[in-house]
């Protein structure tokens, strides 16, 4: 059974930094693309970045030039590092990721960030 848990959310100031992790397991094949995504009180689940096994990244215009997602295929962790926080990042944030033979998805439990003074 394939497992996703997310770490590394609290609160930070505007202008501050976070660094959430994603570590996934169980599954018998590699994992495939592996992502963020972050859904805020009364808005829809978006994407923030993902990143193929191969390193290929896309993020969202909102977060390009201060996120930074990366991933250590050795221990099935993504991460993202969030600089330059704004009060408009703050969301719940929830790792996605394809895993098994038909590259299903899967989600973590979600993590909450809260960037406020």
């Known amino acids: 059974q394939v497992q996703v848990v997310e770490s590394g959310g609290g609160l930070a100031q505007p202008g501050g930094s976070l660094r959430l992790s994603c570590a996934a397991s169980g599954s018998d094949y590699s994992f495939g693309d592996m992502g963020w995504y972050r859904q805020a009180p009364g808005k829809q689940r978006e994407l923030v970045a993902t990143?193929?096994?191969?390193?290929?990244?896309l993020y969202a215009d909102s977060v390009k030039g201060r996120f930074t997602i990366s991933r250590d295929n050795a221990k099935n962790t993504v991460y993202l590092q969030m600089n330059s926080l704004k009060a408009e990042d703050t969301a719940v944030y929830y790792c996605?990721?394809?895993?098994?033979?038909?590259?299903?998805?899967?989600w973590g439990q979600g993590t909450q960030v809260t960037v406020s003074s």
């Open positions: 996605k990721v394809l895993a098994g033979y038909w590259y299903r998805a899967y």
């Open positions: 990143i193929t096994s191969t390193g290929s990244t």
